[in-house]
C-alpha cells in the first residue's frame, strides 16, 4: 500500500520569525524519519565537502524561498491532486506497492528522492527543490511523481539492483525487457544514479533534467 504523508502545514514551525533555521528542521526530520534522519544532512555536508558549494550561498537561498513563495500553495494543490486515489490505481495496474510518499522539506537533496528509510521504500518529494525548479503544476507532479515511483517499482517487482552484463546489456540493462512496457521505458535508466538512493534534479542550481520524459509517464502510465 502507498501511504502519503504531507508536511505541507509544518512549514512555519521551520522558519521561525520568517527566516530558515537549521535547528528546528533537524526536530522536524527526526519526528518524520527517527534514526535516518541523519541521510539528508549527510547528503548535503557531502556536496559542500567538494568546494563547490557552500551552506549560505547555494542551499540558504533555496531553502528560504519557500516561506511565502507565490506558488507554494499551488504546488501543495498539485500534490493533493496527484495524491488523491494513488494508491488504488496503482494496484489496478501494477498489483500495488508497499512504499511511502512524503512531501517534505529537505535540504536541497532533490525534488524527487526514491530511496529506503526505516525499512521502508519511500519516494521524497523536496518542496524547496520542486519550487526551484518550477515543477508545480498537476503535470510536472505526476511526472515527477510517477518518475520516482517506477524505482521503487523495479526494486520491489524487477530487477533494480542486478549485476551490469556486457554488451548492449552494459548500456541498457535485461530488465528493460522483462517490466511492463509503460515502465522499462523510461523510469529506470534516466536517472542520475542506479544505487537505492536515486534523485532527481538534486544539487543547487540543478538543471530541469527528464521533464518531458517524465511527462511521457504522466500520458501512458496512471492517467
Given amino acids: 500500500m502507498l501511504r502519503c504523508v504531507d508536511t505541507f502545514s509544518e512549514i512555519p514551525a521551520l522558519f521561525p520569525r520568517g527566516v530558515f533555521e537549521l535547528a528546528p528542521w533537524r526536530a522536524y526530520a527526526q519526528a518524520h524519519f527517527g534514526s535516518d534522519a541523519s541521510l539528508f544532512e549527510d547528503d548535503m555536508n557531502d556536496c559542500l565537502k ?12 533555496v531553502l528560504q524561498a519557500v516561506w511565502n513563495h507565490p506558488r507554494l ?12 486515489g494513488l494508491s488504488e490505481r496503482l494496484v489496478q495496474r501494477f498489483g500495488g506497492l508497499d512504499a511511502d510518499l512524503v512531501l517534505y522539506v529537505g535540504l536541497c537533496n532533490g525534488a524527487g528522492w526514491a530511496t529506503k528509510l526505516n525499512g521502508r521504500d519511500a519516494v ?13 503544476s498537476l503535470g510536472d507532479m505526476q511526472g515527477l511523481i510517477y518518475h ?7 526494486s520491489q517487482h524487477g530487477c533494480f539492483r542486478q549485476k551490469v552484463g556486457e554488451g548492449p546489456q552494459r548500456l541498457c540493462g ?5 517490466a511492463p512496457p509503460c515502465i522499462s521505458s523510461r523510469s529506470w535508466w534516466e536517472t542520475r544514479s542506479f544505487t537505492s538512493r536515486t534523485k532527481t534534479a538534486g544539487r543547487p542550481g540543478a538543471a530541469p533534467i527528464l521533464l518531458r520524459s517524465r511527462r511521457t509517464l504522466t500520458r501512458t502510465c496512471l492517467p
Fill in 148 to 154: 520516482e515511483l517506477g524505482h521503487i517499482y523495479h
Fill in 124 to 136: 521524497l518529494l523536496g518542496m524547496e527543490k520542486i519550487l526551484e525548479l518550477g515543477w508545480v
Fill in 50 to 61: 567538494t568546494g563547490s558549494y557552500t551552506y549560505e550561498r547555494d542551499f540558504l537561498p
Fill in 73 to 84: 500553495e499551488e504546488m501543495h494543490q498539485s500534490f493533493l491532486a496527484a495524491a488523491k
Fill in 174 to 178: 535485461s530488465c528493460l525487457l522483462k
